[in-house]
């Protein structure tokens, strides 16, 4: 149901987790572009934007304070913390 300020992203989970063994932290939705940092498996990640297109994204904040975007291939939904 689209209300005031929407703008047609898909609901974000409250939480990722690192599902690749090793997972980029990219200043744009782009995994040619020089990576910010390198995720570990397992790490907590919180979503603050996914991207609405064919390759799907997430802009993230680190447990250490870093934004940037990763892949949503590397990532999954913490068990038990979907809104």
Request: charged fraction near 25%; charge should be negative.
């Amino acid at each position: 149901m689209p209300g005031v300020g929407d703008l047609g992203g898909k609901p974000v989970a409250s939480q990722l987790v690192v599902a690749a063994n090793e997972a980029g932290l990219y200043p744009r939705q782009d995994d040619e572009s020089e990576k910010i940092d390198r995720l570990s498996r397992g790490e907590i990640l919180i979503p603050v934007l996914q991207s609405n297109g064919g390759n799907e994204w997430f802009m993230v904040k680190t447990s250490s304070g870093k934004v940037g975007w990763v892949k949503a291939a590397d990532v999954r939904a913490e068990p038990g913390k979907n809104p």
